[in-house]
């Protein structure tokens, strides 16, 4: 289904608006734990109230996913992207003059309101502007994801002895204005539901088998990237013995793997088929979490993270392209039912390794991934069994 995007601004500008987003998006996942070593010396509060801040966070982060798809439906994208944008741009400003726990707390929701409108946002307005190529699209998004997640660590190691925690944040500030301004200056297609948000419809839509599954599916695979960007390190560190700096360097590779694996993706999948992509991404990321979690020596769990991934880099946007392509008249809607239930996939995986860890080891911790694409793949079958349109994973 296409849409009607005359009188707006070109696509191009509006995709640059997204990237923009999803970018500052990056920075918003990145940036607690980057600065936590700092927090801890400026501040002094201990890691059982760090944990307080993720957990917080990620809770007005599920908050606004669930709200912004009906909002953006009803009203269209502009408003609610630039009001997250500012949200953003607020609590960055927060955090270079806390002096306090309350304040960095305060900072942490903030983030996680602003941070999770751009996230849903920018993604369901990508997915609409885009009605003969979401899958491509989609991929190409979350390499600006990637870069945004990489900026804060990169900045802090490279400049933080010689500027400073605040000037960080203050460049964290101002690069958050950047989609401020274009969601400002851009015209935006007109909400879908302008009339009234017809409840009956949309209800229909949140009932759908095939969304669900397409939810479960990113419930899992978002329990597999909390894991890996939260655990890898550690696990190459304490089960291999990995010195501090070889680990960072995987962990680089890593990320470095999931954005080259979406840029090749947007270049393979009309050819392959979004079928046979995620297909093929769920059955090495199921080969290399076995590997990870039994791997005999360093190198190979090494070898294991970065085709880890590899494997799981077309996984989520694709599966948003389904989603899009099956629900065009309530994206918003749609999006925010299987983001959320991502989201929360994405905060209990880590916290059951972390269990798992606590009572046995990260060794058997690194399991919850491997159960996790199994799965993923399974649900593949099962959305194929239930006759997803042509270019839904399986199909």
Known sequence: MSRDLSGVSSPSKLMSAAWAGMFVFGIVMAVLGAILPSLFEKIGFNEAAAGNLFLTMNFAMLVMTLAFGPLVDRFGFKALLALCALLVAGAFLLLVVASNYGLVLAAAVVLGFGGGGLNGGTNALTSDINPDNRGAALNLLGIAFGFGALTIP??????????????????????????????????????????????????????????????????????????????LSTHLQKTFHVGPSAAALVLAGYWAAVMGGRLLSARLGKRLGSGRLVFAGAGLALAAAVLLAAAPSGPAAMAGAVALGLGFSTIYPTTLAVV???????????????????????????????????????????????????????LLVLIRRNGAKSGAPGS
């Open 154 to 231: 990169f900045l802090i190691g490279a400049l933080l002895r010689s500027v400073g925690l605040r000037t960080i944040l203050l460049l964290a500030t101002f690069l958050s204005l950047v989609p401020l301004a274009l969601f400002v200056a851009f015209r935006f297609p007109r909400a879908k539901q302008a009339q009234g948000f017809p409840l009956r419809q949309a209800a229909k839509v949140v009932g759908h088998p095939l969304l669900w599954l397409c939810a479960f599916l990113l419930f899992f695979q978002s329990g597999n990237e909390f894991t890996a960007g939260g655990w």
């Open 324 to 378: 899009g392509e099956r629900f065009p008249s309530f994206t918003g809607t749609a999006f925010s039912v299987v983001i959320a239930v991502g989201l929360a996939g994405g905060m209990i995986a880590p916290w059951l390794v972390g269990r798992i860890a606590q009572a046995s080891s990260l060794r058997q911790g690194f399991l919850v991934p491997v159960v996790n694409c199994a799965m993923i793949i399974v």
